[in-house]
């Protein structure tokens, strides 16, 4: 029995099935698949017979619930394309998302007015299972239809489950087919695209097959940049091997052996005919089919030659500056360092004085000596403390190897610098270094930064009445804190945004650069830490915070 044509009005008193919660996104996803009113394919056509023949039905269909109507992109038994949704039996299962059987219409409340029913083509039984797709969207249903009541035995709902499940899959394989076919299309004419752009590219542009590892096209550029010509670079990419430098290789070949899943940035040196290094960066990018596939790599290759020295230059003015910024410290510290190794020398020379006298009179006690060497041995270790924190904190500190240690020990190498400037000003000094913990920095470096800010509060407290300055160290599960807090009312806000910038300074001319807090908050972040002003404080409070295990990438810094 075919049917051909529908009998009477479909627009019916009856309910409608209501519209499942996620409506939009399932006639989003079902527009994806560019299938609607498309011409009949024999795989699905297939697969509605097959669904027939299990059945023993004499209809069946590939139904999609498309906004206002059921379109068919298979049927056996029918001759109409589409019915409205309002009477379709199909909508109740995307309503419902579950299979639906109905054994017999005229008796289902929800269909015995319904106009396919009490008309043509006079539906009795009904049985449709979800067209769902991998991420959860019923888009139609594959059914079967019967004119007489009668119903489906176990086997025969389990087959229609899977042969729904074989529906959705031709329609995903399908799309894919269409979307590769527009790819080939498309990739063959941006290829064109690519070729006329890439010759006026600063550098060297290149386009890589990465199914067949044949370089497709390379740019004119490739002689000046690394001095081979197109075809040799074109013919293999081993030729690229023959001037980079030996000790880059390694990062050539896993780029040639590793996919690309995402843009991709590396630097390498080629050696020029002169001996002289030249430096290349590459940009490299993937370029994907619609699902995502790899099919072609292209990159460009910049001279960063001239890029490269002038970060040395850089470089090299910072590693100045630092070392400028720690002269400073020092230089303000110099007056109180001279006075505290003045006095224990003045000591040890009126211990030894001490001894003299007594040898010249032939009284030396031995518990007399020993008591004097004691005094002068304790008062020379202090002088070696004074001199070690000062030869610790002159040494270039910006290349030297991450190192554990512990606050106590770093703050060792900072607080004999300190003491007897803030005593001869009456600044109290407070000292906290908390609990024992292990942490990892470059120690003079992170010297310099406590020092510089034990400087800055010095000089903005110690004209106070009753002036203080407080050090502490907390440490937390990950991470160490450094607390350099004084007397003062706190930072003012509009300079908050700005105290950290280079060359700003709140300090009287000729008394400061305006470098070390820039300088500080440089070194902190190289540390994988961060620095900033505590405006919870009432007082004036510098935080600092650094990771107690240092990553790779700031190690490496």
């Known amino acids: ?44 056509q297939d697969l509605v017979e097959l669904a027939s023949h299990i059945c023993g039905t004499p209809i069946a269909l590939v139904s999609l619930v498309d906004r206002e109507r059921q379109w068919f992109k298979a ?44 008309g043509g083509p006079q539906i009795r039984f009904y049985a449709g299972a979800a067209l769902r797709t991998a991420d959860g969207y019923d888009l139609g249903s594959l059914c079967v239809i019967d004119t007489i009541p009668r119903d489906l035995n176990e086997q025969q709902l389990r087959m229609l489950n899977l042969l729904a499940d074989q529906v959705v899959r031709q329609m995903e394989l399908r799309l894919l087919s269409r979307r590769q076919k527009a790819n080939v299309k498309i990739l063959s004419e941006s290829e064109e695209k690519f070729r006329q752009l890439a010759d006026h590219v600063d550098g060297a542009f290149w386009l890589h097959d990465v ?103 850089r470089e090299e003015q910072r590693a100045q500056m630092l070392q400028n910024s720690k002269l400073s410290s020092l230089g ?14 003045t000591i040890i020379l009126g211990m030894a004085h001490r001894l003299r006298v007594l040898a010249e009179k032939d009284k030396l006690d031995p518990a007399n000596v020993i008591d004097i060497v004691g005094k002068i041995d304790s008062t020379a270790n202090r002088i070696a403390k004074i001199v070690h924190a000062l030869l610790h904190l002159s040494r270039d500190g910006s290349h030297s190897p991450f190192q554990e240690l512990t606050p106590g020990r770093l703050l060792d190498d900072i607080l004999p610098l300190c003491t007897e400037r803030f005593s001869k000003y009456s600044v109290r000094l407070e000292v906290d270094s908390g609990r ?82 820039s300088l500080t908050r440089s070194i902190v972040e190289k540390h994988g830490g961060k620095i900033w002003i505590d405006e919870a404080c009432e007082h004036t409070r510098f935080r600092i915070r650094l990771p107690l295990k240092q990553a790779a990438k700031a190690r490496a810094a």
Not at 8 to 32: F, G, H, I, V, Y
Not at 231 to 256: C, Q
Not at 335 to 343: R, T, Y
Not at 437 to 448: G, N
């Open 75 to 118: 049927k056996v038994g029918v001759t109409v394309s589409e019915t409205p949704r309002c009477v379709s039996f199909c909508a109740y299962v995307v309503a419902q998302n579950e299979m639906l059987v109905v054994p017999d219409a005229s008796k289902d409340p929800r269909f015995a007015d319904n106009p396919l029913v009490t």
């Open 332 to 345: 303000e510290m110099s007056a109180g360092v001279a006075h505290e190794i003045n006095n224990p020398i």
């Open 436 to 517: 024992e913990v292990s942490f990892a920095c470059r120690s003079v470096e992170l010297s310099q930064v406590i020092l510089n800010l034990l400087n800055n509060a010095f000089d903005a407290v110690s004209a106070r009445p009753n002036p203080w300055v407080k050090l502490e160290v907390h440490a937390e599960a990950e991470h160490l804190e450094f607390w350099v807090s004084d007397c003062g009312p706190g930072v003012p806000a509009d300079l908050r945004a700005r105290i950290f910038e280079p060359f700003f300074t709140t300090k009287e001319p000729g008394k400061g650069t305006g470098l070390g807090l």
């Open 211 to 313: 199914q067949t590892n044949r370089v497709l096209y390379i740019s004119n550029g490739c002689e000046k940049l690394y001095g081979l010509k197109q075809e040799e670079l074109a013919a293999s990419s081993d030729a690229i091997f023959r001037v980079a430098h030996p000790d880059d290789h390694g990062i050539l070949k896993s780029l040639f052996k590793t996919p690309l899943k995402e843009e991709f940035i590396f630097e390498y040196r080629i050696i020029q005919g002169d001996g002289s290094l030249k430096f290349i960066r590459e940009r490299a990018y993937p370029i994907l089919a619609a699902d995502g596939t790899i099919v072609r790599a292209c990159g460009i290759a910049t001279d960063v030659t001239e890029e490269k020295r002038r970060e040395k230059e």
């Open 1 to 44: 029995m075919r049917i051909g044509y529908i009998t009477q009005d479909l627009s019916p008193p009856m309910k409608s099935a209501e519209l499942p919660a996620n409506e939009a996104a399932r006639q989003n996803r079902l527009e994806q698949f560019e299938i609607l009113d498309s011409s009949p394919e024999k795989e699905f």
